[in-house]
């Protein structure tokens, strides 16, 4: 068994440049991917570079892609533990084979390894994020953050390499600021010698899922602190906006009806409920919170892009395209079609479907923007 390695981590970060400085969208929006990259010698291949990033409140994901042009996916769980640091928890720690880091005399455990050691302490994971942002409560997010980054993005291959990473559009039914959120990150990913670029999340999921229809249709991502939604024309991001709902918000709900743990109520609904069949009471909570979440978002897409001025006309119908793991509930497609079929919806859609990979559309998405553009 190999011994955990102690390491001094730096907790300085340099912040991100702020407002103005990172464009709203990518610039050029990015063309396609190249399916089968047309570089021939061993050597071309091997610097394809540019990698997507799926900073999320839940999970933490990164795509790359090999030299012989397969997605590889790493993904960690946005959570961390941290216990008194002392010769027995050493101990267990080395004999679980859990890797650890020193700060400040504490030892962190972070990502998946950060669950398997809370049930074994019967205690809670921290979580650095919270509603689809760096969390305001919690004052070891920002090194955790970088320690997580550095697990799932590893090194850059080339200097300056390419990040695409995610982040939530202006939410609408809160005051959080996502331009602080976004300069934090620009900022780590700087110190470890990347290029950080952003991306709205919902923006990723059309570049994931809709290049066969031109870049053209609705991209949803349904996540755990929030929902993001990008309504794309020809690649071009016309509205977009967020939402501070998502599955912790439904799980929150669930609890407070049924009188029961937030953590119970996530347990239950992802064990594989169908809201379109609910069995009994508590799974019927679940579908009362999902319809209602699904209406919600709906709504506020229609009253938008009714509201805004300068939307295009979409003259074809258009797709809907689900992502995320709040979409991974049985019947939630189901769902949508027919909330949808109760509005006056103001573009004409022409399918509802779910991402085939929901968990990892985010991150491919940013990796289509990243490759492009290397
Ligand atoms: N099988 C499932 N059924 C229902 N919900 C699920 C399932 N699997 C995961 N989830 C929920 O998906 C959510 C996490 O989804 P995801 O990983 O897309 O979020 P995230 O990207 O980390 O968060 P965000 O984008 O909001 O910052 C959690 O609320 C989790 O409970
Ligand atoms: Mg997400």
Not at 82 to 97: A, E, H, P, V, W
Not at 259 to 267: D, E, F, L, N, V
Not at 273 to 302: G, S
Request: proline residues 7%.
């Amino acid at each position: 068994m190999s011994s955990p390695e102690d390491r001094k981590i730096d907790v300085s970060m340099d912040m991100g440049k702020g407002e103005g400085d990172a464009p709203a969208r990518p610039n050029p929006p990015p063309p396609p991917p190249k399916a089968d990259p047309t570089a021939s010698s061993s050597q071309e291949a091997a610097q394809a570079t540019g990698k997507g990033l799926d900073i999320g409140t839940a999970n933490l994901l990164s795509a790359t892609q090999s030299p012989d042009g397969q997605t590889i996916i790493k993904v960690q769980r946005n959570a961390f533990i941290d216990i008194d640091s002392d010769d027995f928890t050493r101990n267990m720690l080395t004999k679980l084979n859990i890797q650890y880091v020193l700060v400040s005399n504490r030892m962190l455990v972070i990502g998946d390894p950060a669950f398997d050691l809370a049930n074994v302490l019967n205690k809670e994971t921290r979580r650095p994020m919270q509603h689809g942002l760096i969390s305001p409560n919690e004052v070891d997010a920002l090194p955790i953050e970088k320690l997580l980054l550095e697990s799932v993005l590893g090194t850059p291959q080339v200097e300056n390499e390419v990040v695409y990473f995610s982040v939530p559009a202006e939410p609408i039914d809160s005051e959080a600021n996502v331009i602080y959120h976004k300069g934090l990150f620009e900022g780590i990913l700087k110190k470890m010698g990347y290029n950080g670029k952003s991306l709205l999340e919902g923006h990723a999921v059309v570049f994931a899922e809709m290049a066969e229809q031109d870049f053209t249709g609705i991209g949803i991502s349904c996540g755990g602190g929030m929902f993001n939604i990008c309504v794309s024309y020809k690649t071009i991001p016309c509205l977009s906006f967020s939402t501070s709902r998502g599955g912790d918000w439904i799980d929150e709900n669930v609890a407070k009806v049924l009188g029961i743990k937030s953590s119970r109520a996530t347990a239950l609904k992802e064990k594989g409920v169908d809201i379109t069949n609910a069995k009994n009471r508590e799974e019927e909570a679940i579908e009362i919170y999902y319809r209602n979440l699904i209406n919600y978002t709906l709504v506020n897409i229609k009253q938008r892009f009714e509201s805004s001025e300068g939307m295009p006309n979409f003259p074809d119908p258009v797709d809907i395209v689900l992502a995320g793991g709040t979409s991974m509930i049985g019947g939630f497609t189901e769902t949508v079609r027919d909330e949808l079929k109760s509005l006056e919806f103001p573009i004409p859609i022409r399918e509802v479907r779910r991402a085939e990979d929901p968990l990892t559309s985010v991150c491919r998405g940013a990796l289509v923007a990243a490759v492009s553009e290397e």
